[in-house]
């Protein structure tokens, strides 16, 4: 689906070429803020790392990874998305990042009710997870809100600029979503 309608506000609008400019400028903007919880961040130098990204994802036929920009009162907001999806056993992982002056807004946990939703009922998936860093807390709060069981750390599961963190791993089964 190329766009989804999140709620009067809220649009996603699945990531393209085109859209690498004003990418790369939120993350050049808000490098400082961004940085802190996002490892790609410091190996974004340039359009064309971003361009470089987006590509993976739309031309290599990468069926496991479907990237949206978050657009909030027509404004890009960030980026939210599936990565890692396994088709065989049905299950899948959402990543999502804002820009800074977008935050406290509900813009995240509204985009992952929605991509949640979308998932279990359109793609026929059964499982979906979060990955947290340990320490932050707001994005911490997004799979709560929403019911997501927490399962476990995994122990030094990314490499940040500061080192290795820990993440926290939250997960949805369809069977848990009401209908």
Known sequence: MEHIRVNHKIRLELINSSMAEIVFQTIDR???YLKKWLPFVQYTRKVEDTQAFI?????SGNKS???YTIWYNEEFAGLIGFKDTDWVNRKTELGYWLAEKMQGKGIITSCVEK???FAFQKQKMNRIQIKVAEENLQSEKIPQKLGFVYEGTERQGE???TGYVNLKIFSKLKHEIEE
């Open 65 to 67: 990874d479907l990237i």
């Open 159 to 161: 490499h940040h600029n």
């Open 30 to 32: 808000d490098r400082e």
């Open 115 to 117: 991509l949640v939703r």
């Open 55 to 59: 590509d993976s994802i739309t031309q």
